[in-house]
């Protein structure tokens, strides 16, 4: 008998009296050479005793069937990722011939998203958009019954929601996610995934799925996932803007982004740590308590900021919409609050948030 663990830290039982005496010998010291195939020898029985994710009790195999649907630059790097760690791994992308590096890796590639689906307990989907998505989903809907489906593609939560009722009605379990890393990330270290759906279906592939980075289940409501993503990427947006207009008006003294960034990144980093005041009032509602720098003192401020940025013969694109809500919330009489005062122009006015 062998013993291996699911992902669920079960142990099942492989009844194979001849492998079982030779996989589970313990005398590490023997100098059979045989032993040092032992390793993979573990991956085949694992692969032959049905395709569910196992692992060898002694830690030293894990393995799981998994599928990928889409091979551009991110569904090659999960793929990869998922070779590299042991599993097996089938494929499909529309247009053939993106598989090559990964075959050579190990990867399997079929025709249809209908047979890469079927050739696994779970499969991970990463298309350009939900359109893409819906159309593999059509391809794929015959194998999905019994199965789960883990969509990375990027969208909105409304979407993510849509696609977890049809899911649903094809008999899958269906997990969205939000990849929070680059296609060079998988697998490091700061590499993070939002998920949200099924909860059977996270707890039954987490351990898998944390071969790709952090994982993070968000709750059962599909759409979770989604939200928690595009908002922590307009996060980044405003930082970028940020550093792109404050760049471009020292660009307009022929200062470089390289040299200026010495300054502007110490100070951003500094800034950041404003957000859990700011945070703890758009949460309580009291923009107008502890107040250090109030919002018309930094109407001012930026009003500066702009009319330099004119006289330096730069755009004010980035910049001008923010000016319009301070005066705005200026003009709301809230001038004597806290910046954070703005926020309540652009919440939600009803619902949830608001
Ligand atoms: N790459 C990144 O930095 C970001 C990181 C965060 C997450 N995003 C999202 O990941 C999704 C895929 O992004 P990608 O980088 O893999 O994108 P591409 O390299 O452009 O590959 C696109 C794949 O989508 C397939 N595809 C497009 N349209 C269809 C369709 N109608 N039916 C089936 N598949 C379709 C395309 O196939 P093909 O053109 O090779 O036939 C590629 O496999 C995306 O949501 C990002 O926002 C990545």
Not at 247 to 269: N, Q, R
Not at 278 to 293: F, L, M, P, T
Request: charged fraction near 20%; aromatic fraction near 6%; include cysteine.
């Amino acid at each position: 008998m062998i013993n291996y663990l699911n992902e669920n830290e079960e142990v099942v039982e492989i009844q194979h009296p001849e492998l079982s005496s030779f996989l589970n010998v313990d005398d590490r010291s023997t100098d059979n050479p045989l032993l040092l195939l032992r390793p993979i020898l573990h991956l085949f029985v694992a692969a032959a005793w049905g395709g569910a994710a196992i692992r060898n009790v002694e830690g030293r195999t894990y393995m799981a069937n998994i599928s990928i649907l889409g091979l551009g630059a991110m569904g090659q790097a999960l793929t990869a990722r998922f070779l590299s760690q042991g599993h097996t791994v089938t494929v499909w992308n529309r247009t053939p011939g993106k598989a090559a590096s990964l075959l050579a890796k190990g990867a399997r590639e079929v025709k249809s998203a209908a047979d890469a689906t079927a050739a696994s307990d779970v499969t991970v989907m990463c298309v350009l958009d939900y359109a893409a998505s819906d159309s593999v989903i059509d391809d794929a809907a015959s194998a999905l019954s019994g199965r789960s489906l883990v969509n990375l593609t990027n969208g909105t939560p409304a979407q993510a929601r849509a696609t977890a009722e049809r899911i649903a009605k094809l008999g899958a379990a269906y997990l969205d996610g939000g990849i929070m890393a680059t296609p060079p990330m998988i697998g490091g270290e700061h590499a993070l995934i939002l998920y949200s759906g099924s909860k059977a279906a996270f707890d039954a592939h987490a351990r898998t799925l944390e071969a790709l980075g952090a994982a993070n289940y968000l709750g059962g409501d599909a759409g979770l996932a989604s939200l928690h993503d595009l908002a922590l990427l307009s996060g980044m947006y405003g930082l970028f803007a940020g550093f792109f207009h404050a760049t471009a008006l020292v660009d307009s003294e022929g200062i470089g982004a390289g040299a200026f960034l010495k300054l502007l990144g110490p100070w951003m980093t500094a800034m950041m740590g404003e957000l859990p005041g700011y945070a703890e009032k758009i949460d309580s509602g009291r923009h107008g308590v502890n107040v250090v720098s109030n919002l018309g003192m930094q109407a001012a401020s930026l009003d500066n900021i702009l009319t330099a940025t004119r006289e330096q013969g730069v755009a004010t694109d980035l910049l001008d919409p923010m000016l319009d809500l301070f005066r705005k919330r200026v003009g709301g009489g809230f001038g004597d609050e806290d910046i954070s005062g703005v926020f309540e122009l652009i919440r939600r006015k009803s619902g949830k948030g608001g």
